[in-house]
């Protein structure tokens, strides 16, 4: 069923998901918890990557969302294969390395992890932020294009430190776009699933666009479909995202993975790539070689394509 699925797009489209994603962090993260008449007023149209804002970081330089999302992607790669108990353990060494930034939910779930060892966070109403799918990317690789793989991946990532319905639920609906992005659909067929979220939960609705782009995760996931479907390739998905303010790194990352995915590596703009770090551009296409390769679509085409 897979055999329609060219391996040359296929790590194509997941470098670019993880690439995008750090380059909308890196974009967004100047102009986190700005508002959008302040970054008008400062930038005009801000679409270039200079470091700075609150956290004073270097020019190219990535937050918690790419850092976090790579914490998975190690071990991974250090367990060949999924263990929610070696991504606490990367989590807790990533808070021990004093990042430049942690979320508190974050940081309550990876201290509980570090105190008790817990892997399941309680169930929190309030926990609704945006943590836990600004890093469900390589969820998303490993279980493609199997939608009961992604559902336990990302759940239990999720849950190490953000136990909430919308959290899971915008989770699921991101992992499903990228599974769908991944395997070749339409904005058309993208827009069914945004859909279907906001049917079963009204409060992602997008349309009209409330003009919210905080750190609550209905409100992060209402700002990248508004500019994802809105944009027409992957620089205007990000420059509008990310000019709308507030958690800016956030929403950058997530809108870069899925416009990534879908544009193809080729239309991230050079002079955003160049921002980054070479090795960490690196680390994140030899990650994402790896969980595609390890994923059943990967195996189904290795198969597929073995002359045996």
Sequence with gaps: ML????????????????????VGDALGATVEFMTAPEIAAQYGVFKEIVGG????????????????????????????????EEIAREFAAWLKSRPVDCGDTCRKGIRAFMLHGTLDAPYNHWDGGNGAVMRVLPAALLSLPDRELLKKYALEQARLTHHQQLSDAACLCIGSMLHLILQGASKVRLRKEA?????????F?????????????????????????????????????????????????????????????????????????????????????????????GRALTAFSSPN
């Design 205 to 297: 609705g997008f349309v009209p666009y409330r003009r919210l782009a905080t750190a609550y995760v209905a409100d992060t996931l209402a700002t990248v479909f508004h500019y994802f479907f809105k944009g027409r390739d992957f620089e205007e998905c990000l420059v509008g995202t990310v000019n709308q303010g507030g958690d800016a790194d956030t929403t950058g990352a997530i809108c870069g993975m899925l416009a990534g995915s879908y544009y193809g590596h080729a239309s991230i703009p050079k002079r955003w790539l160049k921002k980054l770090d070479r090795s960490l551009v690196a680390e994140l296409e030899q990650h994402a070689d790896r969980l595609v390769l390890a994923s059943p679509a």
């Design 53 to 84: 804002g609150w956290l004073r970081l270097k020019a190219g330089q990535v937050t918690d969302d790419t850092e976090m999302a790579l914490c998975i992607a190690r071990a991974v790669a250090q367990q060949q294969g999924w263990s929610r």
């Design 195 to 203: 859909d279907a979220l906001v049917a079963r939960h009204h409060q």
């Design 3 to 22: 055999s329609h699925l060219d391996p040359d797009e296929l790590r194509d489209r997941a470098r670019a998901a993880f690439v995008g994603m750090a």
